[in-house]
């Protein structure tokens, strides 16, 4: 088995909730790696920062946010005043993702996208670690 890791760096583009399609980095990792099949992980190497999927399109993206809003509002775990405290949201997404590959290309539905999602607004660059196994 071969083993390959890939550190990525991407800028939150937004306010708020930050979302980043970054499933082309990925798949280009996932070439450059020589491994033609096996599976990667995506992984957040920051503790606000969460890995998932999804379909990244407007409606999708706004739904994602009103529901986090709705279910954990960051105003109620947040004193005022406070503006470090650690958010909860990450922990209901999980900080990475592993996904399988056949032939260099990785294996998601025809609408679904690798998306980094920052619930941090203190840094603009969050770093991903992308590592890929296989043969």
Request: with cysteine.
């Amino acid at each position: 088995m071969n083993i390959k890791t890939v550190e990525l760096e991407f800028k939150k583009d937004e306010e708020g909730i930050g979302m980043v399609d970054i499933t082309r980095p990925v798949e280009h990792s996932v070439v450059d790696s020589l491994i033609n099949n096996g599976i990667v992980t995506i992984s957040s190497a920051n503790p606000n920062v969460c890995v998932t999927t999804m379909e990244f399109e407007p409606g999708a993206k706004k739904d994602l946010q009103d529901a986090f809003e709705r279910i954990a509002p960051k105003s109620a775990h947040e004193p005022k005043g406070h503006h470090e405290m650690q958010d909860i949201r990450p922990s209901l997404l999980g900080p990475s993702i592993t996904i399988p590959f056949k032939d260099n290309r990785i294996m998601v539905g025809k609408w679904q996208q690798i998306v980094m999602i920052d619930f941090d607004g203190a840094e603009n660059r969050k770093k991903i670690v992308v590592q890929i196994m296989g043969e």
